[in-house]
């Protein structure tokens, strides 16, 4: 594992033209990584597992630009109840993506059971349940996918840490890198770390 900080992945140059998001104490950090990041690596593709209420829906698409084609994965409604990180169980009502102005594709379904093959993408973003079970499934199943980039955020909790780790180990194919002062973690493939 490669330990970065911050000032490592944020530049000004990169940063131009960032959506910022300061919800939560730590996020505008968070995000400026996430965009950096895909304006450093440049997926065509990416989706997202987590929608919520699409700030982070739409600072990926903001940074990904017309070219990029973004997907992103919440729980259907008639399934929100089983989610702490869905809008239904915050109190927002069924306002998944809500945020997000530009254009994506917004997908609906469980993680646990989600088939990712028709969606292998150059990048992946995995922002949904804080547990073990989940971002083990969602990782595990995008890696075999192979590709470019996966990024998670929450990776400060040990059990998405935990996760992430057992996940990346089983791909054996990437390399990761732990941003130290965020909560941002990311795993690049191989051939794309030695380019």
Not at 148 to 161: L, M, N, R, T
Request: negative net charge; hydrophobic residues 35%; contains cysteine.
């Amino acid at each position: 594992m490669i330990r970065q900080s911050y000032k490592d992945i944020v530049t000004p140059e990169l940063l131009r033209g960032a959506i910022e998001n300061n919800e939560y104490p730590g996020f505008l950090e968070d995000y400026h990584v996430l965009h950096c990041l895909l304006k450093i690596y440049q997926p065509e593709t990416f989706l997202e597992v987590g929608t919520n209420m699409g700030t982070g829906t739409k600072i990926i698409k903001n940074a990904l630009g017309h070219k990029g084609d973004v997907y992103s994965l919440d729980l259907p409604t008639e399934l929100a109840h089983i989610s702490l990180q869905h809008p239904i169980s915050e109190g927002k009502g069924d306002l998944v993506g809500s945020k997000c102005n530009l254009p994506f594709t917004q997908l609906r379904g469980d993680s646990m059971t989600f088939d990712f093959s028709p969606f292998a993408c150059d990048g992946f973003f995995i922002d949904g349940e804080h547990d073990f079970e989940h971002p083990f499934r969602e990782s595990t199943e995008i890696l075999k996918l192979s590709p470019k980039i996966v990024i998670w955020h929450d990776s400060d909790i040990p059990e998405v840490w935990r996760a992430i780790e057992m996940s990346v180990k089983f791909a054996g194919n990437y390399i990761l890198h732990r941003i130290v002062d965020t909560r941002i973690t990311y795993a690049l493939r191989i051939d794309i770390a030695n380019a």
